[in-house]
T-cell receptor, first 112, second 113 residues
Framework: DADVTQTPRNRITKTGKRIMLECSQT?????MYWYRQDPGLGLRLIYY???????NKGEISDGYSVSRQAQAKFSLSLESAIPNQTALYFC???????????FGPGTRLTVL | AQSVTQPDIHITVSEGASLELRCNYS??????LFWYVQSPGQGLQLLLK??????LVQGIKGFEAEFKRSQSSFNLRKPSVHWSDAAEYFC???????????FGTGTSLTVIP
């Protein structure tokens, strides 16, 4: 089984809809991250969480919110989706010490 | 502010040829440095990382990278490219305080027979 899983893998939605992307991990890491990937822009950090009670905004948090339900679960929400949020979204995990981040397979979101 | 530059958006090489992908960073101290590979439709996989010590690091799939402090660079190399190396490659910089990464915009590699 994969260490970092994301659901759904693909989602098409309409402008104004609320969307939740979910991430689960079995690596036992405290730190979890949400990134979005756009062609030519690389990966940009949306939110990150160092533990269940510690959530921080990243580079591009506007229009997004997150919830850390447990050490192993970190959800990303788009309260009112807009077309420019169409992107590939990645969840990642990491240990407390600065170390490798482990990525999920990604969720491709299309907002029409 | 930290930044990561990958000056080559796209590179094409012949199978069996050598490869070098460039990465430059801007950071006030010695960062943690990473190279990730993303195959089509896949997530990111770590190729190698540099934290300290020997500035030439070996990774998976025959890749290596060299940290050059004087040039603020961490270029990725492979002596002989295989067709399966065709993918997108990302350089990333991590801060030594806090666990945040900054990614470059990626280099797309095409391998021709």
């Amino acid at each position: 089984d994969a260490d970092v899983t994301q659901t759904p893998r693909n989602r098409i939605t309409k402008t104004g809809k609320r969307i939740m992307l979910e991430c689960s991990q079995t690596k036992g890491h405290d730190r979890m991250y949400w990134y979005r990937q756009d062609p030519g822009l690389g990966l940009r950090l949306i939110y990150y969480s160092f533990d269940v009670k510690d959530i921080n905004k990243g580079e591009i948090s506007d229009g997004y919110s997150v919830s850390r339900q447990a050490q192993a679960k970190f959800s990303l929400s788009l309260e009112s989706a807009i077309p420019n949020q169409t992107a590939l979204y990645f969840c990642a995990t990491g240990r407390e010490s600065t170390d490798t981040q482990y990525f999920g397979p990604g969720t491709r979101l299309t907002v029409l | 502010a930290q930044s990561v530059t990958q000056p080559d958006i796209h590179i094409t090489v012949s199978e069996g040829a050598s490869l070098e992908l460039r990465c430059n960073y801007s950071y006030g101290a010695t960062p943690y440095l990473f190279w990730y590979v993303q195959s089509p439709g896949q997530g990111l996989q770590l190729l190698l990382k540099y934290f300290s010590g020997d500035t030439l690091v070996q990774g998976i799939k025959g890749f290596e990278a060299e940290f050059k402090r004087s040039q603020s660079s961490f270029n990725l190399r492979k002596p002989s490219v295989h067709w399966s190396d065709a993918a997108e490659y990302f350089c990333a910089v991590g801060r030594r305080t806090g666990n945040q990464f900054y990614f470059g915009t990626g280099t797309s590699l095409t391998v021709i027979p």
